[in-house]
């Protein structure tokens, strides 16, 4: 763009040099016509001597106006190219500029994401209560930030059952909790509501699943976590 801009530059001045040089030698060679034509011209009455100088400047009037013509065509040309590249600077600034709002979007996302509780489901045991009902036990910890207004959920068939409300939890806390009403080697979901911080409403999933130890007659269970975490 430095050449083309260079080129340009010498292209004009070449151009403007050419007409001055040809003003200086039409001039020159009109006057040495009338030094030697000195005698005719003073006999000219004032309308002739006007039509005569009309007549010999009007190739030198013509010849500027088409050298302004042309000089005009190649600042209009520089304008357009000025505007052509001031437009791609500006396009090229929104492209920079949505580039940093999606940075700056993602780093705010990570960010409310990095004060999100962090819940861990570890069963601890199973069995039968004094009522004869089979009962799930499991201590639910929290490795990351501080969270409130806490239910935990059992998700079987399509219906909720909710278990008690945990008040708060910091991070490190652990607390255990128990299902009970459930049939043995019953599979289910079991879901942590909660309100981070921020104030931002969350859920983690944890799917329950049942296995046979050899050296347990009832049956064993897992956690097994379901990512929530938006990319």
């Given at each position: 763009?430095?050449?083309?801009?260079?080129?340009?530059?010498?292209?004009?001045?070449?151009?403007?040099?050419?007409?001055?040089?040809?003003?200086?030698?039409?001039?020159?060679?009109?006057?040495?016509?009338?030094?030697?034509?000195?005698?005719?011209?003073?006999?000219?009455?004032?309308?002739?001597?006007?039509?005569?100088?009309?007549?010999?400047?009007?190739?030198?009037?013509?010849?500027?106006?088409?050298?302004?013509?042309?000089?005009?065509?190649?600042?209009?040309?520089?304008?357009?190219?000025?505007?052509?590249?001031?437009?791609?600077?500006?396009?090229?600034?929104?492209?920079?500029?949505?580039?940093?709002?999606?940075?700056?979007?993602?780093?705010?996302?990570?960010?409310?994401?990095?004060?999100?509780?962090?819940?861990?489901?570890?069963?601890?045991?199973?069995?039968?209560?004094?009522?004869?009902?089979?009962?799930?036990?499991?201590?639910?910890?929290?490795?990351?930030?501080?969270?409130?207004?806490?239910?935990?959920?059992?998700?079987?068939?399509?219906?909720?059952?909710?278990?008690?409300?945990?008040?708060?939890?910091?991070?490190?806390?652990?607390?255990?909790?128990?299902?009970?009403?459930?049939?043995?080697?019953?599979?289910?979901?079991?879901?942590?509501?909660?309100?981070?911080?921020?104030?931002?409403?969350?859920?983690q999933s944890f799917s329950v699943v049942?296995?046979?130890?050899?050296?347990?007659?009832?049956?064993?269970?897992?956690?097994?976590?379901?990512?929530?975490?938006?990319?």
């Open positions: 763009m430095l050449a083309l801009k260079c080129r340009e530059g010498i292209g004009v001045s070449l151009r403007t040099k050419l007409a001055v040089i040809f003003s200086v030698i039409y001039i020159g060679g009109f006057a040495l016509i009338c030094v030697c034509r000195f005698d005719d011209l003073k006999d000219l009455g004032l309308n002739e001597l006007g039509d005569y100088l009309a007549g010999a400047f009007g190739p030198l009037a013509l010849a500027w106006l088409v050298f302004g013509y042309f000089q005009q065509g190649d600042e209009l040309r520089q304008g357009t190219e000025a505007l052509r590249l001031q437009a791609t600077e500006l396009n090229n600034a929104v492209t920079e500029q949505a580039k940093m709002a999606s940075a700056n979007e993602v780093a705010l996302r990570n960010h409310e994401n990095s004060l999100e509780p962090l819940f861990r489901v570890v069963a601890s045991g199973s069995g039968w209560d004094d009522d004869g009902d089979f009962y799930f036990a499991f201590n639910l910890h929290n490795l990351g930030e501080y969270c409130e207004d806490i239910r935990v959920v059992a998700e079987l068939g399509g219906r909720e059952y909710p278990s008690k409300r945990i008040g708060t939890m910091f991070s490190g806390d652990c607390v255990t909790l128990q299902r009970s009403g459930m049939n043995e080697w019953e599979d289910f979901v079991l879901s942590v509501e909660y309100r981070s911080r921020i104030g931002r409403l969350g859920r049942s296995y046979q130890d050899e050296d347990e007659p009832q049956p064993t269970y897992y956690a097994e976590k379901h990512p929530f975490l938006s990319a």
